[in-house]
T-cell receptor, first 116, second 113 residues
Framework: ETGVTQSPTHLIKTRGQQVTLRCSSQSGHNTVSWYQQALGQGPQFIFQYYREEENGRGNFPPRFSGLQFPNYSSELNVNALELDDSALYLC???????????????FGEGSRLTVL | DQQVKQNSPSLSVQEGRISILNCDYTNSMFDYFLWYKKYPAEGPTFLISISSIKDKNEDGRFTVFLNKSAKHLSLHIVPSQPGDSAVYFCAASAQTGANNLFFGTGTRLTVIP
């Protein structure tokens, strides 16, 4: 069974640039959620994708956007990067769809983004 | 506004003793609570959960207690083992099974051999 994989693991961008982070969900999982974990903080919900559509969003501006593909993999795109976007971005997959999965999310190792 | 709070950033416990990690929440709509464990360079992994209709859930060495009136939950690890050393996150959701989890800031547990 393949777990959740994310790429790249580390990247550095400058303010104003755009970034795309990628996630392959665990085999059999149809729902992907993205979280942002700033230094010293807990993960914060960005949004969730199910059946290629966003079906839940946290308190993040529209410059945070995403995609889910037919194979359930997903991308997180962030435009007009700001210094505060520096964080670990975690992807999590589950089987629950709209109803969730009892909260049992399977997380990847994360992509650490540094914005200079 | 931090809706889930873990006020102890770190905790050290001797091997074999009990570890108690605490978590408080402010949103009375939360009805499902979870604990995740995170090792360095790995993503968080699910540990144990509890629904608001229960006040205790046990899984091996791990027990979670929920006090709804106090909006407080705790994770007990007995006996603690060196492999339990990790950062523990408390999380909550306002709809059972929802993937929109609100996380605390974590408690770093160190189990001393």
């Amino acid at each position: 069974e393949t777990g959740v994989t994310q790429s790249p693991t580390h990247l550095i961008k400058t303010r104003g640039q755009q970034v795309t982070l990628r996630c392959s969900s665990q085999s059999g999982h149809n729902t992907v959620s993205w979280y942002q974990q700033a230094l010293g903080q807990g993960p914060q919900f960005i949004f969730q994708y199910y059946r290629e559509e966003e079906n839940g969003r946290g308190n993040f501006p529209p410059r945070f956007s995403g995609l889910q593909f037919p194979n359930y993999s997903s991308e997180l795109n962030v435009n007009a990067l700001e210094l505060d976007d520096s964080a670990l971005y975690l992807c999590a997959s589950s089987t629950g769809g709209l109803a969730g999965a009892g909260g049992e999310l399977f997380f990847g190792e994360g992509s650490r983004l540094t914005v200079l | 506004d931090q809706q889930v709070k873990q006020n102890s950033p770190s905790l050290s416990v001797q091997e074999g003793r009990i570890s108690i990690l605490n978590c408080d929440y402010t949103n009375s709509m939360f009805d499902y609570f979870l604990w995740y464990k995170k090792y360095p360079a790995e993503g968080p992994t699910f540990l144990i959960s509890i629904s608001s209709i229960k006040d205790k859930n046990e899984d091996g060495r791990f027990t979670v207690f929920l006090n709804k009136s106090a909006k407080h939950l705790s994770l007990h690890i007995v006996p603690s083992q060196p492999g339990d050393s990790a950062v523990y996150f408390c999380a909550a959701s306002a709809q059972t099974g929802a993937n929109n989890l609100f996380f605390g800031t974590g408690t770093r547990l160190t189990v001393i051999p």
